[in-house]
Structure formats: C-alpha cells, structure tokens
C-alpha cells in the first residue's frame, strides 16, 4: 500500500534562511506528488505538484520540491522563508481508484515555525 | 469562479447522534472526495463521488456516507457518532477531466465536536 513519511514534525527557521521539508514516498508504480500547505483552521493550498517530465517543479509562493526516484523522495525547498510561510505542510501521494478518479494519502504533516 | 465552499463551519454534537456535512464543489467540477483529519494528523480519504456515484472508499465504516447532487454539491452523512469521530472534515473537489491525474481542490472543513 501507498504510503508517505514526513520525518520532520516540528522544524523552526529564521525569517530569510533557506527551508527544506522532507518527504519520503512509498508507491508500486510512478506516483503523483503533491505538497499542500494549510493555515491554522484552514483547508489545504495546493503549493505544486508532480506527474512526470522535469524533476524539479515549481510551485507558488516561491516553493519548489524536487522529485528523487532513486530515494524515493519529495523535498519541498524555499531559498528564503518569510514570516506568513509559518503554517503546516503535507506531502501527499495519489493513487488511481478501481473505479477511475484518484485518492490522496497523505503524510502527518510537519509543522513551521518562523522566527523574527 | 468560486472555490469549494462547506458548511457548517463548525458544528458540536453528542454521542450516537447523527450528522450531516455539506459542501458545494467549484464551478466547473464534478467529481468531490471527503476526508477526515483528525487533530495532529494529515487527511484521510473517505470516499469519493463522481457524477453523482461512489467512486471509491477509504477504510471506513458504513455508517459513514454521502451523496453527489445534479448539481455535484455533496453531502457526508454520519450516524451513530462516536467521539472519535471528533475532527476536521474535508472536502475537495476536482474537474474530472483526467481522472487519475486531477488535482483536487479543498474546502475551509467542518470543524466537528462529539461530546
């Protein structure tokens, strides 16, 4: 079965370093990738996504993550975190329904602190 | 174009009650998942609708279940509520264009409580 590890529960950065999440993907065969960001007592942003094609995707607010096959990862990077990136990210793995459509299984999250 | 919209927003309930969660898909897409995410854990998938028919389920009971409307707004129906049922429940909608590769799109979630 389909799964995602997010090793990092907790990370906390300065305002302006560089940020790395980690995400690490089990799946049988080439998997559909996403990371999503979501802010207290929100729903989840989609930040990126990756199907196929060029390993290093871009994404919106300045993320992008890197699709690694031999390490079955995901690592989503930010060369200069600001203050309103604090919130919690998930790495997410799609998998193909029986009857068509796709699921989402996704990791437990890892949460970001950003300091002043 | 309006995004996924759900309601209530927030909702408290007792044990053994029943529930009903809303959620009107955005414009233009016709498929809806519902997930489950419990405090300090990611989402976990329910079941999907597309064209109003269960397309697939997660590992839940069967007192928990929906409905796709004409209009592909959805429904999740809980019966007999236990307190772990307490959580936030998501839904996401997504075009149907390519099924096994849409990207879905998320509501706000209900927030609810079982006392």
Redesign the interface.
Known sequence: AQS?TQPDIHITVSEGASLELRCNYSYGATP?L?W?VQSP??????LL?Y?SGDTLVQGIKGFEAEFKRSQSSFNLRKPSVHWSDAAEY?C?V?D??????????????TQLKVEL | ETGVTQSPTHLIKTRGQQVTLRCSSQSGHNTVSWYQQALGQGPQFIFQYYREEENGRGNFPPRFSGLQFPNYSSELNVNALELDDSALYLCASSSGRDRSTDTQYFGPGTRLTVL
């Open positions: 995602v559909y996403f999503y007592g929100q729903g989840l942003q989609l996504k199907f998930f997410a799609g193909i329904l029986t009857g068509g459509g796709n699921k989402l299984t996704f990791g437990t999250g």
